[in-house]
């Protein structure tokens, strides 16, 4: 599955932006799709996950009540709405796929298939 991220840039603190992955394949629809983090120095982190239907979301404890993942099957889109940003949500975001049919939050080697990134900066 290719996948093609959109949607980052730069954004004052408390400001909002909406991320975008699009799928090149029609069996999107049955992979449980992932939003991951890299900030400069650090190790890629999970930020959320959805489930194959997309009633199953799950959320890093720091993105929690800000952040909101969510799907649309027949565009084969994910999206990551992000409000409320902070500079420490400064990073590349990645998507991926993870398993099919799948309804767990799951590891990142369970992430087979990723995006290229998008940056996504936070001024204070």
């Known amino acids: 599955v290719q996948l093609q991220a959109s949607g980052g840039g730069l954004v004052q603190a408390g400001g909002s932006l909406r991320l975008s992955c699009a799928a090149s394949?029609?069996?999107?629809?049955?992979?449980?799709m992932g939003w991951f983090r890299q900030a400069p120095g650090k190790e890629r982190e999970f930020v959320a996950a959805?489930?194959?239907?997309?009633?199953?979301?799950y959320y890093a404890d720091s993105v929690k009540g800000r952040f909101t993942i969510s799907r649309d099957n027949a565009k084969r889109s994910v999206y990551l709405q992000m409000d409320s940003l902070k500079s420490g949500d400064t990073a590349v975001y990645y998507c991926?796929?993870?398993?099919?049919?799948?309804?767990?939050?799951?590891?990142?080697?369970?992430?087979?298939?990723w995006g290229q990134g998008t940056q996504v900066t936070v001024s204070s």
């Open positions: 991926a796929t993870g398993p099919s049919y799948g309804s767990d939050r799951y590891s990142e080697s369970d992430y087979n298939s």
């Open positions: 394949k029609r069996t999107f629809s049955t992979y449980v």
């Open positions: 959805i489930s194959w239907s997309g009633r199953t979301t």
